[in-house]
């Protein structure tokens, strides 16, 4: 995949076979038959893969690059779809302006009903894998708040960093009466936290985080289950990786959008591949990007035309990590040295 440039068949199985000195029809249905049901291959004795079984040790993986004094993980969770045929309902851990998926499932999108049982499914493995002195945040957009989510996610020992809409109501913990955020929150410029019951129906005790800049036209509205002390809503502006995630498995990155794969079950499948990739790659680009030299900018005499002249807009990078990884793999590929291994270094969250 990081060869050729994409996550399709016919793209990689000839790559392979070049590489392998093989048949190229022969590499492609050996690639096809691996997201195959167990019914559809050929052959006695053949398997069928269960990615389920794989959720928690791609989670694992990312832990075992990941620093040891560093405890902290945000994981985001959001759906995205493939036109009018499938819809995939995604886990990720968030990393560096990216997005590693360690749980997912794919639908078809025309299918109607309820998410629920499925998120539930998603997240029910993970339940005790990270040790309890971690701090993991979960993020999802408006839309996806729902009790049972809330429970599911405490459940797993993580906190719920959830997103919720304007017309529900909070009562602050020293308050006698419930109000309604709409009216509390009406213009830019605010900051404000504090513990309290949401919601009027089935009510849950939280922590009510709330950041509306200049610019926007609606604020930050966050519930949590950590206190005011121990989380900023600043955190919540990295649920947005998880969208430039969905890029890179599509339009910026593996190319998934072609695909004509219309199976759910083998779509589900296909996007372990995609997965393991995007962990390999962004472990490379991230590590790359960790250690690039600092600015010289602030060094630089007050008269150098850089100063004098300084760009119109600031990037944090200026090469997504996902890229950069790509371009350490192909290079170490062409200078024919070992192909590397690397390592997760996170960035600070917001403050």
């Given at each position: 995949m990081v060869i050729s440039q994409s996550c399709g068949l016919t793209s990689v199985s000839s790559g392979l076979a070049l590489l392998l000195g093989?048949?190229?029809?022969?590499?492609?249905?050996?690639?096809?038959?691996?997201?195959?049901?167990?019914?559809?291959?050929?052959?006695?004795?053949?398997?069928?893969?269960?990615?389920?079984?794989?959720?928690?040790?791609?989670?694992?993986?990312?832990?075992?690059?990941?620093?040891?004094?560093?405890?902290?993980?945000?994981?985001?969770?959001?759906?995205?779809?493939?036109?009018?045929?499938?819809?995939v309902l995604v886990i990720s851990v968030v990393y560096r302006g990216c997005a590693i998926p360690i749980a997912w499932r794919v639908l078809p999108a025309i299918e109607k009903g309820s998410w629920k049982g499925v998120w539930l499914d998603l997240f029910a493995p993970f339940q005790g894998v990270i040790p309890k002195d971690w701090v993991v945040i979960v993020m999802a957009d408006r839309g996806l708040y729902a009790n049972w989510l809330w429970q599911a996610i405490q459940k797993c020992r993580w906190h719920p960093f959830l997103r919720i809409n304007r017309r529900f109501f909070f009562r602050p913990k020293d308050g006698s009466e419930f109000r309604a955020l709409n009216l509390a929150f009406q213009q830019p410029g605010c900051t404000w936290s504090g513990a309290g019951t949401c919601f009027k129906t089935r009510p849950i005790e939280a922590t009510l985080l709330v950041r509306w800049e200049e610019g926007y036209e609606e604020p930050w509205l966050i519930i949590t289950d950590l206190s005011t002390e121990q989380a900023s809503p600043c955190w919540y502006g990295l649920r947005t990786w998880i969208e430039c995630g969905f890029k890179h498995i599509k339009s910026t990155g593996w190319q998934w959008q072609y695909t004509r794969m219309v199976d759910p079950q083998r779509a589900t499948r296909f996007w372990l591949a995609l997965a393991v990739a995007t962990l390999w790659v962004l472990s490379i680009g991230g590590q790359a990007d960790a250690n690039l030299p600092a600015s010289s900018l602030d060094a630089l005499p007050e008269t150098h035309i850089a100063r004098r002249h300084p760009p119109r807009k600031s990037f944090s990078r200026l090469l997504s990590c996902f890229h950069r990884g790509r371009i350490v793999i192909l290079t170490a590929l062409i200078a024919q040295r070992h192909l590397p291994l690397g390592r997760f270094i996170p960035e600070p969250w917001p403050s």
């Open positions: 093989e048949k190229e029809n022969s590499v492609r249905q050996r690639i096809r038959e691996w997201y195959y049901a167990k019914e559809d291959k050929r052959g006695a004795g053949r398997c069928e893969i269960e990615v389920s079984s794989s959720f928690v040790p791609l989670l694992q993986w990312v832990l075992s690059w990941w620093p040891a004094h560093e405890k902290r993980l945000a994981l985001a969770m959001d759906a995205t779809s493939l036109g009018q045929v499938l819809v």
